[in-house]
Nanobody, 124 residues
Framework: QVQLVESGGGLVQAGGSLRLSCAAS????????MGWFRQAPGKEREFVAA????????YYADSVKGRYTISRDNAKNTVYLQMSSLKPEDTAVYYC?????????????????WGQGTQVTVSS
């Protein structure tokens, strides 16, 4: 089964940018639709963005549309989340996930494999 490791989180001022990476091992991500989720303290994990195995289409939560971009490099076995115009409400632990069976939805239950998360903190 595939293992996922996120990186690239950190502390950034409002209006700034970060790029998260999700590196996979133990298997190729080529066959998976991939997603990013986030979880803020005291809140449920929520969908952020997803990308299909063949790069298109992509999907975004309304709260990040126009500010975030999901991409993938199957040759590097890595998925990315470029985040710009960050807001304090974007502060959360961000998780990468892989969906089996062609799942393209926004529910956490559709994703079989998860990383450990990376913290993103946006200061005002």
């Amino acid at each position: 089964q595939v293992q996922l490791v996120e990186s690239g989180g950190g502390l950034v001022q409002a209006g700034g940018s970060l790029r998260l990476s999700c590196a996979a091992s133990g298997g190729s991500i080529r066959i998976y639709n991939m997603g990013w989720f986030r979880q803020a303290p005291g809140k449920e994990r929520e969908f952020v963005a997803a990308i299909t195995w063949n790069f298109s289409p992509t999907y975004y939560a309304d709260s990040v549309k126009g500010r975030y971009t999901i991409s993938r490099d199957n040759a590097k076995n890595t998925v990315y989340l470029q985040m710009s115009s960050l807001k304090p409400e974007d502060t959360a632990v961000y998780y990468c996930a892989a969906a089996e069976g062609g799942y393209r939805g926004r529910s956490t239950t559709g994703y079989a494999y998860w990383g450990q998360g990376t913290q993103v903190t946006v200061s005002s």
